[in-house]
């Protein structure tokens, strides 16, 4: 089975993950790797405000590794293409925010953890879609592939069967907290769903704007818009996915 990965957002714990994902995907099947991510990582400081998210507009910065990365996803040859966003440049030139609307019924007037998340969160989601439809963009030819597989770099992965004309995700009831249980950390399917997939960026202002939905809620926006939103496609939540969330070498989730 020819296999695309495609590896997005920060490459926070790269050297902490890639054994598995190399032992589970890379050497089982024919596989071809593809990058999209920044060049910064940016993680959550200790003083963060978790009462008032908006209240933190900035997260602090540190250089990516990028030559470790590429060194690492290439030492067996299958690194396709790979692109690293340049942090300032994209900031410089950043699309703009949405405008939440002044309208009665809006679901940041009226929901309760809408209005908590508001548009910092909004943007934030924005961004990391944003960065995985570059990845998409990557990828010449998905039509190649059997299965095209999406994850973030800081996912830790210890069973896996691929599926063939399946759009699945894992069952994510380890997140507990939330209401909504669709992990947006792994996806998988053919270049069909996984288009779609990818381009939820393209569709995030419309689902906000026609569709009064909170698109600051990362589950329920990714369930919504493979589900509900044009051309509707049906999840396959596989239960047999094991996975662990790595914050500095260590299991958080």
């Known amino acids: 089975m020819k296999v ?10 790269y050297q902490h993950t890639y054994d598995n ?31 008032n998210p908006q209240s933190n507009k900035e997260y602090p910065v540190t250089p990516a590794d990028m030559a470790g990365v590429i060194r690492l996803y290439n030492s ?32 940041f007037k009226t929901n309760e953890r809408a209005k908590y998340h508001g548009s910092f969160w909004v943007e934030r989601l924005r961004d990391q879609w944003w960065i995985v439809k570059k990845g998409w963009q990557l990828i010449k030819n998905p039509e190649q592939y059997d299965v095209i597989l999406r994850i973030r770099f800081d996912i830790l992965l210890e069973e896996i069967q691929l599926i063939p004309n399946t759009f699945t995700i894992p069952a994510s009831n380890i997140l507990h907290k939330i209401d909504v249980q669709y992990c947006d950390y792994i996806g998988y399917g053919n270049s069909y769903m996984m288009e779609k997939y990818c381009k939820l960026f393209d569709n995030i202002q419309t689902i906000y704007e026609e569709h009064n939905f909170d698109v600051s809620h990362a589950e329920s926006m990714l369930k919504f818009y493979m589900e509900e939103f044009e051309n509707q496609i049906i999840t396959n939540i596989d239960n047999t996915i094991n996975y662990k969330l790595i914050k500095n070498g260590k299991n958080i989730i």
């Open 4 to 13: 695309a990965v495609l590896l997005t957002g920060y490459s926070r714990d």
């Open 76 to 107: 067996n040859n299958k690194l396709i293409d790979f692109n690293f966003e340049n942090w300032n440049r994209f900031y410089e030139n950043r699309f703009d925010n949405i405008e939440l609307l002044n309208r009665e019924n809006d679901i």
């Open 21 to 51: 994902l190399n032992s589970k995907i890379f050497t089982k099947y024919d596989t071809d790797i593809y990058i999209s991510s920044w060049d910064v990582i940016q993680q959550r400081p200790e003083n963060w405000d978790s009462t």
